[in-house]
Structure formats: C-alpha cells, structure tokens
Nanobody, 122 residues
Framework: QVQLVESGGGLVQAGGSLRLSCAASGRKFSINAMGWYRQAPGKQRELVAR???????FYADSVKGRFTISRDNAKNTVFLQMNSLKPEDVAVYYC????????????????WGQGTQVTVSS
C-alpha cells in the first residue's frame, strides 16, 4: 500500500501563486509514477501534470507555461508550483501514483491522495 498526503492548497487572488506538495510513503512506489489531477465542481477529474515513464513531464494545455511539476527524490515528495492562477483553476487537486513500468521496474497499484482545495478569487 502507498500513502499520498497532499498539502499547500488555499485561497489566492487571480494572478497569484500556490505550491502544492505530495509526500509518498509505503511499500513500493516510484516518484516517477506520480502526478497531479484536479476536479472542479460538476466536472470530471482531469490530468494536470505528471512525470512520464520515459522520465519527462506532461502538462495539460490549460496549465502549460503556468504550472511546474517537480520532485525531491530524497524526501519522496512531488510538488506542483502554480503561477498566474486563474478562476478556472479552482478545483480539488489530487496527487496520484499510477501503476506501470518505471526505470524497468513494475510498480503496481493506482493510488490517490485525499485532495487539497485550491480557490482563486477574481
């Protein structure tokens, strides 16, 4: 089992910044398998940014140039730096560990954090 604990959400004015953190712990996980999703009220959960099995990063078009995913391998923590926030970024943000092969090793299990609320006032 893998535990993901998010922090860093809150209320910010449009144009402001927030930094989300996700700390992973448990039996078997890969920091490369981690990413961020979000779910706005009345909408489906969507991918925001994640690391790929090839070691690169992926961003949704809506956040490119504004959000940056990064990691601290020593602390098993993934970050999402969110700049130039817009009202349409309002959502609950979830950390995710996706099963798959990473650096030649298979990591089973899809895990989710509890979510952290991001609110942007206009």
């Amino acid at each position: 089992q893998v535990q993901l604990v998010e922090s860093g959400g809150g209320l910010v004015q449009a144009g402001g910044s927030l930094r989300l953190s996700c700390a992973a712990s448990g039996r078997k996980f890969s920091i490369n398998a981690m990413g961020w999703y979000r779910q706005a009220p009345g909408k489906q959960r969507e991918l925001v940014a994640r690391f790929t099995s090839g070691g690169s990063t992926f961003y949704a078009d809506s956040v490119k140039g504004r959000f940056t995913i990064s990691r601290d391998n020593a602390k098993n923590t993934v970050f999402l730096q969110m700049n130039s926030l817009k009202p349409e970024d309002v959502a609950v943000y979830y950390c995710n560990h996706k099963s798959g092969y990473y650096s030649g090793v298979y990591y089973p299990g899809d895990y989710w954090g509890q979510g952290t609320q991001v609110t942007v006032s206009s």
